[in-house]
Nanobody, 126 residues
Framework: QVQLVESGGGLVQAGGSLRLSCAAS????????MGWWRQAPGKEREFVST???????YYTDSVKGRFTISRDNAKNTVYLEMNSLKVEDTAVYFC????????????????????WGKGTLVTVSS
């Protein structure tokens, strides 16, 4: 059973930066895709960014050029570096993982997510 624990959320002014971390446990981390989804107040949960075991990365259009996903297999951790934050980035950010040998591409769809973290709140003020 995979467990995902997020950290790094908080309050930041527009234009600022935050770095989210997700520590995974319970399986061989290096063999499955990881990523981030988010849910803004009153909105559906949505894909933000995913990374395959191979390191291939995917981003939703609204964060391209501002967010960077990375993973450290030795530390069983995936990161989301968020720069130039906007008010509309305000959301609960969830760490996600696919099944064994999953891909970052598949993790862009909700039915591709096998595991969810509990989420960390990011609030961007104007």
């Amino acid at each position: 059973q995979v467990q995902l624990v997020e950290s790094g959320g908080g309050l930041v002014q527009a234009g600022g930066s935050l770095r989210l971390s997700c520590a995974a446990s319970g399986r061989t981390f290096s063999t499955y895709a990881m990523g981030w989804w988010r849910q803004a107040p009153g909105k559906e949960r949505e894909f933000v960014s995913t990374i395959s075991a191979s390191g291939r990365k995917y981003y939703t259009d609204s964060v391209k050029g501002r967010f960077t996903i990375s993973r450290d297999n030795a530390k069983n951790t995936v990161y989301l570096e968020m720069n130039s934050l906007k008010v509309e980035d305000t959301a609960v950010y969830f760490c996600v993982a696919g099944g064994l040998d999953s891909t970052g591409f598949a993790l862009k769809r909700r039915d591709g997510v096998d595991y969810w973290g509990k989420g960390t709140l990011v609030t961007v003020s104007s």
